[in-house]
Structure formats: C-alpha cells, structure tokens
C-alpha cells in the first residue's frame, strides 16, 4: 500500500503508475519523457471522455437550424424534417441526459419527436444526415 504522503510526491504518484518491467527507472523519483509523453495522453483521453458526456453534439446542427429559424422569423419553427440518422441521435441524446420523450404522428403518419418547440418529422426518403429548412405549420 502507498501512504498518502507519497502517493502526492511526482515520485509516488507516477511510480505508482509503473508498469512492473520499469520499476527501476521510477524508484528513484525520475520519470523519462516517454512515459511522461504517456500519462500525459491518458490524462487528456480521461479528460476528452468526461466533456464528450456532457456535451450536445448530436443535436448542435438541429439547435443551428432552429437559432437560424428564430432569428429569421421572430419564434422557433414547428417542424424540421430530419433523416434517420439525425432522428436516432436527438432520440439518444434524450436518453442519454434523461429528457422526457414526446413521440407522436403528423397528419402523413410520419414520426415526430419535440425537440424544444420543433417537432422534427421522420423523414426514411432522405439521405443521410439530413436536416431540412426548418418551416411553420402551413
């Protein structure tokens, strides 16, 4: 077991890290560039991991239509049509930060999903990625 004094030291922290062949390198307190260029990688992948949870990728390019919308028009769109691919990413990202999903059929029976104030309507005839010009109810 590592006290907690040198578990804080550059030494402790990083020989605590060694891999079993290399203990001889860190037992002096030294750590060579390599293996620092090492920890250093892993530290960033840990750190890009934690911040892809918490962003919203997946719907920025829907959110960028409707700012557009808004500005244009002076109020959200009703609808966006968007391919499945689009669809299954804001159907995700609503799982994934525990949004309450609000699924219906429009008057085609077509899917919809509220994203906000937009319902974006299941479009299967489009290529991928697709996003439409957002539009109001007609």
């Not at 062949?21 to 293996?35: F, K």
């Not at 890009?48 to 960028?64: G, W």
């Not at 990413?89 to 699924?103: K, N, P, T």
């Not at 429009?106 to 994203?115: K, Q, S, V």
Request: proline residues 4%; neutral net charge.
């Amino acid at each position: 077991m590592i006290d907690r004094r040198q578990l804080l030291t550059v030494g402790g922290l990083f020989g605590a890290l060694a891999p079993a062949g290399d203990s001889a390198a860190y037992g002096t307190g030294q750590m060579s560039e390599r293996a620092a260029a090492d920890v250093v990688a892993a530290l960033r992948g840990i750190s890009n991991a934690v911040a892809a949870q918490h962003s919203f990728d997946a719907i920025v390019p829907i959110r960028n239509k409707q700012v557009d919308h808004l500005k244009a028009n002076g109020k959200f769109p009703d609808f966006i049509d968007v391919s499945v691919d689009v669809w299954m990413s804001a159907y995700d990202w609503h799982v994934r930060f525990l949004q309450g999903l609000v699924m219906g059929r429009d008057a085609a029976g077509r899917y919809t999903l509220i994203l906000g104030f937009t319902a974006l309507v299941l479009r299967t005839d489009v290529a991928p990625n697709f996003i439409s010009t957002p539009y109001d109810n007609r």
